[in-house]
């Protein structure tokens, strides 16, 4: 039930900053962590950034200090801070949400359709 659009992709350059956005609807309640992932050409898609319903944070050590991951429930919107931008940081970027399955305590993933940045000169 639960869907997610992702924004705010584009082009900027190196040392920039972009923010992507992610709102989720549906079935939102039993989201209990949502996330940011990336793809870039040749690669496997890798974790970025996520954010549990608790607040809890990770990171991956590439982003460490340079991306920020935050939530408004209220909005149901997951955001990526994205600042001091690197070529390498160039991907498709994925919005992820894990909602919950009480009757097995699991939860299944959602994606969204994704969103392209690229950090160029």
């Known amino acids: 039930q639960v869907q997610l659009v992702e924004s705010g992709g584009g082009l900027v350059q190196p040392g920039g900053s972009l923010r992507l956005s992610c709102t989720a609807s549906g079935s939102t309640g039993r989201i209990n962590r949502m996330g940011w992932y990336r793809q870039a050409p040749g690669k496997q898609r890798e974790l970025v950034a996520t954010?549990?319903?608790?607040?809890?944070?990770n990171y991956a050590d590439s982003v460490k200090g340079r991306f920020t991951i935050s939530r408004d429930n209220a909005k149901n919107t997951v955001y990526l801070q994205m600042n001091s931008l690197k070529p390498e940081d160039t991907a498709v970027y994925y919005c992820?949400?894990?909602?919950?399955?009480?009757?097995?305590?699991?939860?299944?993933?959602?994606w969204g359709q994704g969103t392209l940045v690229t950090v160029s000169s």
């Open positions: 992820n949400a894990r909602e919950a399955i009480l009757s097995i305590s699991g939860y299944f993933e959602v």
């Open positions: 954010i549990t319903s608790g607040g809890s944070t």
